[in-house]
T-cell receptor, first 113, second 118 residues
């Protein structure tokens, strides 16, 4: 069965430090991969997506993610974290023609001053 | 501005009452979705609809019902059969397009409704 794993429930980084959030997926076909961000009490906003082509994907707010087929991973990175990046981050895999997404359980990011 | 609206933002109901959550979109999207979010559980799919007058159960449909009479609207009813209805509910929509075309899988989310059953 398809699944998405985000191994880290909660991560704390200092402002200005680099960030990497991990995402592993299990899916038989070529995956459609997404990262979303959610501020407390809000809906989800798309950060970036991967469908095909270049495995390094650039998104909004300075985020990027790299698709590694051999590792079934799609990790999210940011070189320098800002206090406003504190939020919960969700990785998701799209189920092709059905249009459905399977979400990981999320990683909550806290930023220390 | 195009987008998805959910109302109300906060909803309180007594145990045993049915309650309907509203979701409206003006993005002209074909597909609409309802998710339930609980702390530490991520998003779980309740129902989805790919076209008007048609919908399918998601992973946790028990105790919920939906309708899709208009393209723009996809209301969710939380019935008294739902054993633990207190949660944050998110509605989303996407363009379906032709089957297999990857660019149509991106989902756009509303701001959510927090339902508390007392």
């Amino acid at each position: 069965a398809q699944s998405v794993t985000q191994p880290d429930i909660h991560i704390t980084v200092s402002e200005g430090a680099s960030l990497e959030l991990r995402c592993n997926y299990s899916y038989g076909a070529t995956p459609y991969l997404f990262w979303y961000v959610q501020s407390p009490g809000q809906g989800l906003q798309l950060l970036l997506k991967y469908f095909s082509g270049d495995t390094l994907v650039q998104g909004i707010k300075g985020f990027e993610a790299e698709f590694k087929r051999s590792q079934s991973s799609f990790n999210l990175r940011k070189p320098s974290v800002h206090w406003s990046d504190a939020a919960e981050y969700f990785c998701a895999v799209g189920l092709g023609s059905q249009g459905n997404l399977i979400f990981g359980k999320g990683t909550k990011l806290s930023v220390k001053p | 501005d195009g987008g998805i609206t959910q109302s109300p933002k906060y909803l309180f109901r007594k145990e045993g009452q049915n309650v309907t959550l509203s979701c409206e979109q003006n993005l002209n999207h074909d597909a609409m979705y309802w998710y339930r979010q609980d702390p530490g559980q991520g998003l779980r799919l309740i129902y989805y609809s790919q076209i008007v007058n048609d919908f399918q159960k998601g992973d946790i449909a028990e105790g919920y019902s939906v309708s899709r009479e208009k393209k723009e609207s996809f209301p969710l009813t939380v019935t008294s059969a739902q054993k633990n209805p207190t949660a944050f509910y998110l509605c989303a929509s996407s363009i379906m397009g032709l089957a297999g075309l990857s660019s149509y899988n991106e989902q756009f989310f509303g701001p959510g409704t927090r339902l508390t059953v007392l």
